[in-house]
């Protein structure tokens, strides 16, 4: 009938006096009175923009009476989504695809134009300045702008929070919420001295030329070497459980990658923000309601858990690069594409 809609559907319990965040004493004062039916959990029913989208950002309406959680994830991954969206009115399979896969960083947007009017004496600095204030924001794995932003970053943030978060305090807030570093940047104050405005730019440029400093010691003095997606920079390099504990031979056959990758913590794309990708999305898939057999998906790194199968990794590969297979529903289709048949058939307990 052309609806759309969206439903929380977690088991919530209700809670009577707390909310969940801390510890209770147990002494029966504050136990669990059921759960939220789930005709009470946020619900969406054809919105007026003709989609909804979530990217594990808080997505719990502001007048919502019940407390459903705390930690979520920033909301930049949800927001290029809802940006890409808007723009249009008809989509293809292939261009969901292009936004599963998308590497555009809101980030990267916010924070770069800091730098438009600044200056370093330092040759390298200078000129990673103009490519960053030039490039289009996308963490490609073939980038070198992307490369020079992420080190730029990940100094930036560090120095700005410990500007902001004494360091005795710094122990009680383990993440490092990319939105203090934009609130900070944007309203400069006496944390960067006498001038606020002039202390922020001299530490964006700092963090930038710390960020040189750490891609020449880590990639060496070639700027066409600083390819953001490599086995050095940012890559996936999947460890089997026992990796450590194996022969080289071994730990050869169990282990996937390392492969270069795109993206980052911080794009559609979730490829997380350290040089290995220890989080983001394996399964995907793109279900066209219309026909089940046109859905497409994407996963891994494949579908058995056995290093001489062939089906091991074959997966890894189209996954790490963005390629996708069919999903096929009806019998026919997924007869036709089998490649074995395993029948297991049960037999008598021996006596």
Same mark, same amino acid.
């Given at each position: 009938e052309?609806? =759309?809609?969206?439903?929380?559907?977690? =088991?919530?319990?209700?809670?009577?006096?707390?909310?969940?965040?801390?510890?209770?004493?147990? %002494?029966?004062?504050?136990?669990?009175?059921?759960?939220?039916?789930?005709?009470?959990?946020?619900? =969406?029913?054809n919105p007026k923009e003709d989609f909804f989208a979530t990217a594990n950002q808080n997505n719990v309406p502001e007048d919502y009476p019940h407390p459903l959680g705390f930690m979520w994830s920033e909301p930049f991954r949800f927001e290029r989504i809802r940006e890409v969206l808007q723009a249009g009115n008809k989509f293809t399979l292939e261009d969901m695809a292009g936004l599963q896969q998308d590497a555009f960083s809101i980030p990267a947007r916010t924070l770069v134009p800091y730098l438009e009017g600044l200056h370093s004496s330092d040759t390298m600095t200078e000129k990673a300045i103009g490519m960053l204030l030039s490039w289009d924001c996308r963490m490609n794995e073939d980038s070198v702008e992307a490369a020079i932003y992420t080190a730029w970053f990940r100094r930036l943030r560090d120095n700005v929070w410990d500007l902001s978060v004494p360091e005795s305090d710094r122990a009680l807030l383990p993440r490092r919420p990319l939105k203090i570093l934009r609130d900070t940047l944007a309203h400069p104050d006496e944390k960067f001295g006498a001038d606020p405005e002039s202390g922020r730019d001299s530490l964006l440029i700092e963090s930038l030329e710390q960020g040189i400093r750490d891609l020449e010691e880590r990639l060496g003095k070639d700027v066409d070497g600083w390819l953001y997606g490599q086995e050095k920079f940012h890559h996936i390099l999947i460890r089997h459980a026992l990796s450590a504990a194996v022969s080289?031979?071994?730990?050869?056959?169990?282990?996937?990658?390392?492969?270069?990758?795109?993206?980052?913590?911080?794009?559609?794309?979730?490829?997380?923000?350290?040089?290995?990708?220890?989080?983001? +999305?394996?399964?995907?898939?793109? +279900? %066209?309601?219309?026909?089940?057999?046109?859905?497409?998906?994407?996963?891994?790194?494949?579908?058995?858990? %056995?290093?001489?199968?062939?089906?091991?990794?074959?997966?890894?590969?189209?996954?790490?690069?963005?390629?996708?297979?069919?999903?096929?529903?009806?019998?026919?289709?997924?007869?036709?594409?089998?490649?074995?048949?395993?029948i297991l058939n049960p037999t008598k307990k021996p006596e």
């Open positions: 052309n609806n =759309i809609g969206w439903q929380a559907a977690g =088991i919530t319990p209700v809670r009577k006096n707390w909310h969940g965040l801390l510890p209770v004493p147990g %002494d029966g004062r504050f136990e669990w009175e059921g759960f939220l039916p789930i005709q009470e959990l946020p619900c =969406i029913l080289e031979e071994i730990r050869a056959r169990i282990d996937l990658g390392p492969t270069p990758r795109g993206g980052s913590g911080y794009t559609v794309n979730m490829t997380g923000s350290g040089y290995n990708q220890g989080s983001g +999305a394996s399964f995907r898939i793109i +279900a %066209d309601c219309s026909n089940w057999d046109n859905s497409l998906g994407t996963n891994c790194p494949g579908q058995s858990g %056995d290093p001489e199968s062939f089906h091991y990794r074959d997966l890894f590969e189209p996954w790490a690069k963005g390629r996708y297979f069919p999903v096929y529903f009806s019998r026919e289709k997924i007869e036709s594409a089998a490649r074995s048949v395993l």
